[in-house]
């Protein structure tokens, strides 16, 4: 079983910044990839970046240039870096992580003000 432990989110006024940190714990032979998903209220969860661990990335147009992802595979642990947030980062993150199967998160929440 393979439990996704995040950390970070929280309130930060626009332009601001902040780091959503997630491990993976419990028996895992090899992660196949990692990362973080949003949901905003009344819309579907989508992806923001996720890494591969040969170390591929993926991105989501809204967050290119300001977001960037980073993985550690011997801990197996992705980080999420924010920048210049804006309003419309607004959404519950959630950690996401593939090995035989999808794991999720809990969900973090990441609230940015105007």
């Known amino acids: 079983q393979v439990q996704l432990v995040e950390s970070g989110g929280g309130l930060v006024q626009a332009g601001g910044s902040l780091r959503l940190s997630c491990t993976a714990t419990g028996t895992i032979f090899k992660l196949n990839a990692m990362g973080w998903y949003r949901q905003a209220p009344g819309k579907q969860r989508e992806l923001v970046a996720s890494?591969?661990?040969?170390?591929?990335?993926k991105y989501a147009d809204s967050v290119k240039g300001r977001f960037f992802i980073s993985g550690d595979n011997a801990k197996n642990m992705v980080n999420l870096h924010m920048w210049n947030l804006n309003p419309e980062d607004t959404a519950v993150y959630y950690c996401?992580?593939?090995?035989?199967?999808?794991?999720w998160g809990q969900g973090t929440q990441v609230t940015v003000s105007s």
């Open positions: 890494t591969s661990m040969s170390g591929d990335t």
């Open positions: 996401w992580a593939t090995w035989l199967q999808d794991y």
